[in-house]
């Protein structure tokens, strides 16, 4: 994932990066988040663990799902 590296521009739209590592600290993980990371999950994790960062993820993108169809609800709304 080159973004994390420094280049968000190149992060999949839409997408979301959960940060795994066997090597993480606090400043690792603060520049993963402050990069665009949703989730750091230092290794070694349990399933529940990874189980906990995708569902976080599925419930994150249903609420931006909801925002941007209450958006355009709002928009349709105020055009007319």
């Known amino acids: ?9 190149s992060a999949p ?12 600290d606090i400043s690792m993980c603060a ?12 290794k070694p994790f ?3 663990d990874l189980l906990g960062c995708v569902e976080r993820a599925l ?8 925002r941007g169809q209450k958006r ?3 928009r349709t709304f105020l055009v007319c």
Not at 1 to 9: Q, R, V
Not at 31 to 42: E, H
Not at 59 to 66: G, H, L, V, W, Y
């Open 1 to 9: 994932m080159a973004w994390i590296a420094g280049n968000p521009d």
């Open 13 to 24: 739209p839409g997408g979301t990066a959960h940060f795994i590592t066997g090597h993480g």
């Open 31 to 42: 520049q993963a988040m402050k990069a665009g990371a949703v989730d750091f999950l230092p």
């Open 46 to 48: 349990r399933g529940d």
């Open 59 to 66: 419930i994150r993108s249903a609420e931006q799902r909801r």
């Open 72 to 74: 355009m609800k709002l």
